[in-house]
């Protein structure tokens, strides 16, 4: 069982910056590939970032390429998903996800099996 607790989200102007974290429980963090995803109202939940469990190899989907980044911290049990240039379509909640073990990311929720409760982000223009 692995809890995952999410933070850093707000409100934003269109533009600006924040830096979501997610903690995770457990000791078996860093065979976990991360994941982030968002999901706006009236919308399904869509991929946003994903690490595999050693970080080698990440995905950002197109609408969020060089603006966002994603990096894990396996000393801290922690992953983060920078946002720069912040857009009001980058409004929704955001969770991230665990995938274990030892695996590569994947790009669909359901491969994944831990979730957060998620967080708020507001971008306003």
């Known amino acids: 069982q692995v809890d995952l607790v999410e933070s850093g989200g707000g409100l934003v102007q269109a533009g600006g910056s924040l830096r979501l974290s997610c903690e995770a429980s457990?000791?078996?963090?860093?065979?976990?590939?991360m994941g982030w995803f968002r999901q706006a109202p009236g919308k399904e939940r869509e991929i946003v970032a994903a690490?595999?469990?050693?970080?080698?190899?990440?995905y950002y989907t197109d609408s969020v390429k060089g603006r966002f980044t994603i990096s894990r911290d396996n000393a801290k049990n922690t992953v983060y998903l920078q946002m720069t240039s912040l857009k009001p379509e980058d409004t929704a909640v955001y969770y991230c996800?665990?995938?274990?073990?030892?695996?590569?990311?994947?790009?669909?929720?359901?491969?994944?099996?831990?979730w957060g409760q998620g967080t708020q982000v507001t971008v306003s223009s």
């Open positions: 996800a665990a995938k274990g073990y030892f695996s590569d990311y994947d790009v669909f929720p359901q491969g994944y099996d831990y």
């Open positions: 690490t595999s469990w050693d970080g080698r190899s990440t």
């Open positions: 457990g000791r078996t963090f860093a065979s976990y590939a």
